[in-house]
């Protein structure tokens, strides 16, 4: 299990190719990659803020839960924090069973996870100003099925 929380761009092509290199204990892997939407088309920045130590802890916690849950044979956590421009990547999963349903399982569970209860806080800044993302109803509900 890998978990990192940075500041720095990374390649999710590269990242799922170390991550699924040499595994001969797994059957299916499965990732997904978030990335920087500007729906209104005056996003200048997304800032993405947390609390270190605080955060890595909380997220390590739950992909040990789901590493445990769902047979994982290995997990991945990436998630960016700072100024995050309209079409980088935010965050990845990736998550590595013996078989499809436990790999897509738990990538589901660990993206609904980091969507409405990790411990980071977004702000959009636009060309009119800046406001803080406040959670969704539907992030919510899409954690309350596990």
Do not use: N
């Not at 955060?55 to 445990?68: F, L, N, S, V, Y």
């Not at 069973?97 to 411990?119: I, N, Q, T, V």
């Amino acid at each position: 299990m890998e978990i990192r929380v940075t500041s720095d761009l990374f390649d999710p092509s590269a990242e799922l190719s170390g991550f699924a290199k040499g595994r001969m204990d797994t059957g299916a892997v499965v990732t997904f990659t978030g990335v920087v939407r500007d729906t209104a088309g005056d996003l200048k920045t997304m800032r993405i803020e947390h609390y270190p130590g605080m955060t890595e802890k909380a997220i390590a916690k739950i992909a040990g839960e789901a590493q445990t849950r769902w047979s994982l044979t290995d997990c991945l956590v990436i998630h960016r924090y700072g100024d995050l421009a309209p079409g980088e990547a935010i965050m990845m999963v990736a998550t590595a069973a013996g078989h499809r349903a436990e790999a897509f399982e738990a990538a589901e569970f660990l993206m609904d996870y980091l969507k409405s209860r990790a411990p980071f806080w977004k702000k959009e800044i636009t060309e009119t100003g800046a406001e803080w993302v406040a959670a969704k109803d539907d992030d919510e509900d899409a954690l309350s099925r596990w």
